[in-house]
């Protein structure tokens, strides 16, 4: 039960994200960007490929 109370404190505290959590989820942010971008990249060049050799 103090374990629920403790966690229902964290929630209702209004305090706001510190610099160290921003810089948190911006790394996060960016991560997930890059993993993205390569991805889609990968698949835009086989799909650029693909039409080439089918010319």
Known sequence: MNTIMHLYGML?????????????????????AIVAFTSLGSTIVAKINDLVSNM
Do not use: H, N, Q, W
Not at 14 to 25: D, F, S
């Open 12 to 32: 209702k505290d209004r305090k706001g994200a510190t610099m160290a959590e921003y810089a948190v989820i911006a790394a996060v942010l960016i991560l997930v």
